[in-house]
């Protein structure tokens, strides 16, 4: 963890190898892709484990046939000499802080290429709303930068206004991608597929602007003299060169004070004929609360993971893949916002994290309900009647996470 911007820099250069050995490898299914100007429409053959991995391989090479057009090899040169530069810029970064300035705009560039890259893949699938996630990274992208330059205090607004924009990418692009499915443009396991690579590449682009940020931290001010500064580390540039003096922009304060005042627990707190009890604290109803979410979901993995590794299911129905990985994500969140919530009820710690996952959570709650009410598909997820259980259960556990002060 102490090296965190080595360790991303070797993982951006190995996978960028990796697709360029393998777009070299497969350049000519990616221009017979490129040519046939469509997704194929057949479910592949899948006996075992192997058979799906290369099936997987196979959609990603759909997607570049559709998006780098005819000079796949170009393409995967390109791509395998930037793998090897960025793991030659880790091996700089791990032995001197010379090149920190130079390399900090490098990495602050290829984390904007990451994502334009990303964008342009996304459209392929999800049209022009793929533009929507383009806006929401340049949007985080630019609050991570420039975050020591607002006010602290409104961290809550700053979060919960990044992930509205998060909201709108995702709700819209769910939703598009479903009907297209519907109409029988793409296979689920093309939407499994499409969604594990955009991942994987905004992962990328995250790592960048990571180890971008953490040197931007490390440069000393401008005219900062010291004779022992080249043998300074990072950490010890950090604390020598101290706080930031800025001037902080306090916007927003408007919206944090009517989102304080959302707690549904308040409601009975200024009832007269209601006295809350002392012992009994908002976060142990939190944790209640995903206690019971946590069954229902664990429920409905349990099920479906049972139909997996029944001797009567067959690993090419990938319907069954495509839900069982969801809920697995769902579950994973979950309980993960309970482990987050047992710490901050221990500690009084990790209030924002919390706010994020139960935010995701709900978030994906909603959108499952709304695509079995919207738009006719069979790749149920959740049964309607815990979906819109866990919607109702979701509620106030965010309403009650947006009235905390982080």
């Known amino acids: 963890m102490k090296r965190l911007e080595v360790i991303f820099s070797y993982v951006i250069g190995a996978y960028l190898i990796f697709l360029g050995i393998v777009s070299l490898i497969k350049h000519e299914n990616i221009t017979m892709y490129h040519e046939k100007g469509v997704f194929s429409q057949e479910t592949p053959t899948i006996k075992n484990g192997l058979d799906l991995f290369n099936a997987f391989f196979d959609e990603i090479e759909m997607i570049l046939g559709q998006s780098i057009g005819g000079f796949p090899i170009l393409f995967s040169i390109i791509v395998f000499i930037l793998g090897l530069l960025f793991i030659y810029f880790g091996r700089l970064l791990k032995k001197t802080t010379d090149y920190d300035k130079p390399l900090m705009m490098t990495y602050f560039v290829f984390s904007f290429i990451f994502v334009m890259m990303t964008t342009l ?3 392929v699938v999800y049209s022009y709303l793929a533009w929507l996630f383009f806006v929401f990274f340049m949007l985080l ?4 930068t420039y975050k020591h330059r607002l006010n602290p205090e409104n961290d809550k607004v700053h979060y ?10 995702y709700v819209s692009t769910q939703h598009y991608v479903y009907h297209v499915l519907d109409q029988d443009v793409f296979t689920p396991f093309d939407v499994l597929s499409i969604n594990i690579f955009f991942t994987v590449l905004t992962a990328l682009s995250f790592m960048s602007l990571y180890v971008a940020l953490y040197l931007k931290k490390s440069l000393m001010p401008w005219g900062y003299v010291d004779s022992n500064e080249e043998v ?3 950490r010890l540039k950090r604390q020598k060169r101290g706080p930031i003096d800025s001037n902080k922009v306090y ?19 200024d009832d007269p004929w209601f006295r809350w009890p002392s012992w009994l604290k908002v976060t142990y109803i939190e944790l209640f609360l995903g206690m019971i979410m946590l069954i229902f979901v664990g429920i409905e ?11 009567d299911f067959k690993i090419s129905q990938l319907n069954m893949i495509y839900e069982w990985l969801n809920l697995f994500v769902l579950l994973c969140g979950v ?3 309970i482990i987050v919530t047992v710490l901050n009820i221990l500690k009084d710690r990790y209030g924002a994290i919390q706010f994020v996952l139960i935010f995701l959570i709900t978030l994906k709650l909603f959108t499952s309900l709304s695509i079995k009410l919207f738009q006719d598909v069979e790749l149920a997820q959740l049964i309607l009647p815990i979906n819109l259980l866990l919607c109702i259960i979701s509620i106030p556990m965010l309403l009650i996470n947006l009235s905390k002060n982080y």
């Open 141 to 144: 992208g630019l609050y991570f």
């Open 335 to 337: 309980l993960l916002y």
């Open 121 to 123: 893949l996304m459209t």
């Open 160 to 169: 919960f206004l990044l992930l509205i924009m998060f909201m709108i990418a």
């Open 232 to 234: 300074l580390s990072r």
């Open 251 to 269: 916007l927003f304060d408007p919206l944090h004070d009517v989102l304080t005042k959302l707690n549904p627990i308040r409601l009975f707190e």
């Open 301 to 311: 993995f349990n099920n479906r993971n049972g139909l997996l590794i029944s001797g």
